[in-house]
């Protein structure tokens, strides 16, 4: 019977992200997981003839990243991000430009979809969370070691609209995960008929919270921009009913609110909303390069600390976003954060998501037992200071250039 090989990396710095930075740090694996990480000292002696040792001098070792938040199915629309900047806040504007520009070119053809899929996965994801239309999105991530976790998105406000999206998603297979888009798209029915869904199949209930002003405006009055937009798309809001509430308010009196639900975006949340997500253990993601791009302001994510949740990181669409990049979100929000310690940036973007996603046990940290793929980056001029490492990988952005470890 063959003899299992091992390997032994060692490195001059080694961040677990779940345990304390290692400096002369080494990881040893096996059969694709990691069986041991600790202190090259003490590791060496695990080193027999069946392992391979490899020197990552110069380097950092980390755990895999995770984007918490993706819409694949409009990578072909990435030119809109470039050649095209809204006015500060006009999300709206902007919405209808994405509709346009998305009936002019049709659906994304599945290798431009791969394609983006591949740029995340070289870009140090290995998993990913990603939302779209069309059901053939889950196939995106077949032939990929990364893992994509796919999410059917529907829409239906009120009226014939809901009913419609209602009789959709009695119609999926079970087998597919099913969200809603947003509180100001999707109706109570809806909204409760998904979660109920959520809690049978077990799979994550991910939906835009809180993003803009619009919204907020929309969800407290029934007016606003956001009111003027979805007339124009046909919406028949004589059949809503505005809450009259915030957004997080909202869900939770719709009973959506628990640790199987993402709150992607989380800008325009108040000291009240955001005790009752951590009240609530509601999961919750960032996507600062979008948020930028559209101009509707930065997520409190110094009162989400103070309340003990970590919020994940997520790109978010590439057709809202410039940088369609992990390594840039955490550019982004060090700048728009810079009193958060980068320690707390790194593990938003690899332990937050992986927790969210139901894959802590597997990826987004160094630990005995999680997969062995791992990322190896340069560290110019940090040495194996901690401290200097860690500001890098958080502020280099584009950058950062990195290897993997299968």
């Known amino acids: 019977m063959a003899t299992e090989t091992r390997y032994l990396y060692r490195a001059p710095l080694v961040l677990p992200v779940i345990s304390p930075p290692l400096v002369d740090g080494a990881v040893l694996t096996a ?20 392992t391979k040792v490899v020197d990552y001098d110069g380097h950092a070792l980390l755990p895999a990243l995770v984007n918490a938040h993706c819409h694949l199915e409009l990578a072909h629309l990435d030119f809109l991000a470039r050649d095209y900047q809204p006015e ?45 239309n069309d059901p053939a999105g889950a196939a995106v991530g077949r032939h990929f070691r990364a ?108 009973g959506l609110l628990d640790e199987r639900t993402l709150c992607v975006h989380a800008v325009r949340v108040s000291r009240e909303d955001v005790a009752l997500l951590a009240d609530r253990k509601a999961g919750v993601c960032l996507c600062p390069g979008a948020n930028r791009y559209l101009g509707v302001g930065k997520a409190p994510l110094e009162l989400l600390l103070e309340h003990d949740i970590l919020p994940a990181l997520g790109t978010d669409s590439p057709a809202g976003n410039p940088h369609f990049s992990l390594w ?65 990988l958080t502020t280099a952005g584009g950058d950062v250039r990195l290897e993997w470890i299968e």
Request: charge should be negative.
């Open 147 to 254: 893992r994509l976790l796919f999410h059917l998105e529907l829409l239906g406000l009120s009226g014939e609209r809901e009913e419609a999206a209602l009789a959709r998603l009695a119609a999926c297979p079970a087998e597919l995960c099913c969200t809603g888009h947003a509180p100001y798209s999707a109706g109570a029915r809806l909204l409760r008929a998904l979660k109920e869904r959520t809690l049978a199949d077990g799979c994550l209930l991910p939906i835009h919270v809180a993003e803009s002003a619009a919204e907020e405006e929309f969800l407290l009055s029934g007016g606003g921009p956001m009111a003027d937009f979805l007339r124009e798309r046909g919406v028949d809001l004589a059949a809503f009913s505005p809450p009259g509430c915030s957004a997080v308010a909202w869900l939770d009196r719709l």
């Open 328 to 392: 840039r979100e955490m550019q982004t929000l060090r700048e728009d954060h810079p009193a958060v310690a980068p320690a707390t940036v790194l593990a938003m973007a690899s332990r937050a998501g992986a927790r969210l996603a139901g894959r802590e046990k597997e990826t987004g940290v160094i630990a005995p037992g999680v997969e062995s793929s791992l990322l190896a980056v340069p560290c110019p001029a940090a040495g194996c200071d901690p401290e200097a490492a860690l500001e890098y």
């Open 31 to 50: 059969d694709e997981r990691v069986l041991a990480v600790g202190p090259w000292a003490e590791l060496r002696g695990e080193a027999d003839e069946s």
């Open 88 to 132: 500060p806040g006009e999300i709206t504007a902007w919405i209808r430009r994405l509709l346009a520009e998305r009936q002019e070119c049709g659906a994304i053809a599945p290798e431009d979809a791969m394609l983006a899929f591949a740029q995340l996965f070289a870009g140090g994801c290995r998993t990913v969370i990603d939302i779209g």
